[in-house]
């Protein structure tokens, strides 16, 4: 049984870092890509980033270029979103996601296969 686990989120200033994890296990687990979308309050899912797990290639949501950065510990079975400069908009519950095979687009969360439960992110301004 795949599973995907996320920590790290919590409660930040306007301006602050944060750094998410997202440990897969199971077996088999093979995955072309890993991303991170969010859920703001009233809000639908958005994409925030995704990585390719062979060859580490990245993609980032426009909000977030610049600000945040994906990568992965291959050895570990591990993503992370660093997030840096952080702003209010940017709260939301954070979600970690793999996908077996990228078939239409990396950016859309009906791409994905396997969720995590989710994290909350809150930035006081």
């Known amino acids: 049984q795949v599973q995907l686990v996320e920590s790290g989120g919590g409660l930040v200033q306007a301006g602050g870092s944060l750094r998410l994890s997202c440990v897969g296990s199971?077996?088999?687990?093979?995955?072309?890509?890993m991303g991170w979308f969010r859920q703001g309050p009233g809000k639908e899912r958005e994409f925030v980033a995704a990585?390719?797990?062979?060859?580490?290639?990245?993609y980032y949501a426009d909000s977030v270029k610049g600000r945040f950065a994906i990568f992965r510990d291959t050895v570990k079975n591990t993503v992370y979103l660093q997030m840096n400069t952080l702003k209010p908009e940017d709260t939301a519950v954070y979600y970690c996601?793999?996908?077996?095979?990228?078939?239409?687009?990396?950016?859309?969360?009906?791409?994905?296969?396997?969720w995590g439960q989710g994290t909350q992110v809150t930035v006081s301004s």
């Open positions: 199971g077996l088999p687990f093979s995955r072309d890509a």
């Open positions: 990585i390719k797990w062979s060859g580490g290639m990245r």
């Open positions: 996601a793999a996908d077996r095979q990228v078939r239409v687009s990396i950016f859309r969360a009906s791409e994905y296969d396997y």
